[in-house]
């Protein structure tokens, strides 16, 4: 939630308690405890999936400091995570403090065994507004999965490099473009990856909408499907008005390459002063997500237990 305070109101200002909020999320991890564990602690494997840039003194108490072009924390005014260990048990979990816009919140990593594979369950505490935290997770989330099964990230983001204008993504599924094609025009897979209240009518003209609404209770994000060439093309407008110009035409374009797909994802139309933070981070969150859901064969591995996006 934004803070609005009027000018003239220095008292106002002064004493407004800050809302903070909780996020806790958790993603399937076909690993066992000590790998996973080792993930999480040690700076080598740090650098790979969280930030690129990364320090820890592993006891409690021990110092803990992330930072680089990889580390969302670019974003804030810090511009680095430096914090502590407040809590650690070998093969369990770990929780550090990190700084975000002068507010001190929580990070904590539970591994949970589940037998056969890991669920990791990561809950943030104390996260200030508009901190946009829970897809920048989401990402990092779903490279360390990559790493643990591949021993390399799946799509990391440079947030020293965030598109503005048009905001351009690009990665690989290892599944054919027509399992893509359908995840994102049928109704069934969209409430799955995208959004649950999903709307598609998959013609020129057909509604394409997502049940998001601006603050004012309107409708927005998603419209109409402008252009549609099966298994290969989706373009839809946008509109988000209270955003001011947040972009007005998304395009999805799908090539096929050997047994995967090649996926392009453009959303143009964006004011070139708009801080793009938000759409970024969002595009990149949700295209791993889509990755997630045509490999596995139409599930999600990756879940929100509490908080919202907002977070």
């Given at each position: 939630?934004?803070?609005?305070?009027?000018?003239?109101?220095?008292?106002?200002?002064?004493?407004?308690?800050?809302?903070?909020?909780?996020?806790?999320?958790?993603?399937?991890?076909?690993?066992?405890?000590?790998?996973?564990?080792?993930?999480?602690?040690?700076?080598?494997?740090?650098?790979?999936?969280?930030?690129?840039?990364?320090?820890?003194?592993?006891?409690?108490?021990?110092?803990?400091?992330?930072?680089?072009?990889?580390?969302?924390?670019?974003?804030?005014?810090?511009?680095?995570?430096?914090?502590?260990?407040?809590?650690?048990?070998?093969?369990?979990?770990?929780?550090?403090?990190?700084?975000?816009?002068?507010?001190?919140?929580?990070?904590?990593?539970?591994?949970?065994?589940?037998?056969?594979?890991?669920?990791?369950?990561?809950?943030?505490?104390?996260?200030?507004?508009?901190?946009?935290?829970?897809?920048?997770?989401?990402?990092?989330?779903?490279?360390?999965?990559?790493?643990?099964?591949?021993?390399?990230?799946?799509?990391?983001?440079?947030?020293?490099?965030?598109?503005?204008?048009?905001?351009?993504?690009?990665?690989?599924?290892?599944?054919?473009?027509?399992?893509?094609?359908?995840?994102?025009?049928?109704?069934?897979?969209?409430r799955v990856w995208f959004?649950?209240?999903?709307?598609?009518?998959?013609?020129?003209?057909?509604?394409?909408?997502?049940?998001?609404?601006?603050?004012?209770?309107?409708?927005?994000?998603?419209?109409?499907?402008?252009?549609?060439?099966?298994?290969?093309?989706?373009?839809y407008d946008w509109d988000?008005?209270?955003?001011?110009?947040?972009?007005?035409?998304?395009?999805?374009?799908?090539?096929?390459?050997?047994?995967?797909?090649?996926?392009?994802?453009?959303?143009?139309?964006?004011?070139?002063?708009?801080?793009?933070?938000?759409?970024?981070?969002?595009?990149?969150?949700?295209?791993?997500?889509?990755?997630?859901f045509c490999e596995s064969?139409?599930?999600?591995?990756?879940?929100?237990?509490?908080?919202?996006?907002?977070?």
């Amino acid at each position: 939630m934004n803070a609005c305070v009027p000018k003239g109101h220095p008292v106002i200002l002064a004493t407004m308690a800050i809302e903070k909020k909780r996020l806790k999320v958790k993603i399937r991890l076909d690993s066992d405890p000590t790998r996973i564990y080792d993930a999480i602690t040690n700076p080598l494997k740090l650098a790979i999936w969280f930030c690129n840039k990364s320090e820890i003194n592993l006891k409690l108490r021990g110092a803990v400091h992330f930072w680089g072009d990889d580390c969302v924390a670019t974003t804030f005014k810090e511009k680095e995570i430096k914090g502590a260990i407040i809590a650690l048990e070998p093969n369990r979990q770990m929780r550090f403090t990190w700084p975000i816009n002068g507010t001190i919140s929580e990070v904590g990593f539970q591994i949970d065994d589940r037998g056969r594979y890991c669920d990791l369950i990561v809950s943030h505490d104390k996260v200030p507004p508009n901190a946009l935290i829970m897809d920048a997770w989401i990402i990092y989330l779903y490279n360390l999965q990559s790493l643990l099964k591949l021993q390399r990230p799946a799509y990391r983001l440079d947030y020293s490099r965030l598109d503005t204008g048009v905001i351009k993504r690009e990665l690989f599924i290892e599944a054919l473009p027509n399992v893509v094609y359908r995840a994102l025009t049928d109704v069934a897979d969209l409430r799955v990856w995208f959004s649950k209240d999903a709307e598609c009518e998959p013609v020129v003209g057909g509604k394409y909408t997502t049940g998001w609404k601006d603050k004012a209770g309107q409708p927005a994000g998603p419209r109409e499907i402008k252009e549609l060439v099966e298994n290969k093309k989706l373009v839809y407008d946008w509109d988000f008005a209270e955003e001011g110009k947040s972009g007005d035409l998304v395009t999805w374009e799908l090539l096929r390459i050997g047994e995967r797909t090649r996926v392009n994802l453009r959303h143009s139309g964006f004011d070139p002063a708009r801080y793009n933070k938000d759409y970024v981070q969002g595009w990149h969150a949700y295209m791993l997500t889509l990755k997630d859901f045509c490999e596995s064969g139409g599930q999600l591995s990756y879940g929100v237990i509490d908080g919202d996006w907002g977070v």
